[in-house]
């Protein structure tokens, strides 16, 4: 399925018309979020949906990323794991890599990116959701 808008109306607003729908979708259990920019391993998404199903308390669940840049050597962020870390390194860092992550579709009612926050749509929800009972993962 291909969604398009009528009019570019920013990244945030794209982002929750395709959650909304995706959420809509029977049968839909997990969502994964990626940007047309963005590489996944081959084997990311049986990881992450075998990680959720052995782990029914985790809600979101992201990976470490390696960044590859023209002219640079690849890096590989390391990503806390267990949902405390997580929290508590978010007020200093966004530690959840955007284009890894994967959450339940049953949640999503919960993810709603500001429009209003054009550069910080994902920080800005990450940590409005450390507020909530939602548990968080990342594999590293």
């Not at 009528?6 to 729908?21: D, I, M, P, T």
């Not at 839909?28 to 047309?36: G, P």
């Not at 800005?124 to 450390?130: A, E, N, P, S, Y």
Request: include cysteine.
């Amino acid at each position: 399925m291909v969604l398009k808008n009528e009019k570019n109306s920013g990244v945030a607003f794209s982002l929750n018309h395709g959650l909304k729908r995706a959420a809509e979708l029977d049968g839909v259990k997990y969502i994964a979020r990626m940007d047309s920019d963005d590489i996944s391993l081959k084997e990311r998404l049986m990881v992450q949906v075998n990680f959720m199903e052995s782990n029914p308390d985790v809600d979101i669940c992201g990976t470490n990323m390696l960044i590859l840049k023209q002219n640079s050597e690849p890096k590989v962020i390391a990503m806390p794991t267990v949902d405390s870390m997580i929290r508590f390194n978010m007020m200093f860092y966004c530690c959840l890599g955007h284009p890894t992550l994967m959450f339940k579709s049953s949640k999503v009612q919960s993810m709603i990116y500001n429009e209003d926050e054009p550069l910080l749509e994902d920080y800005d929800l990450w940590l409005r959701l450390c507020a909530s009972n939602l548990r968080f993962a990342n594999i590293g």
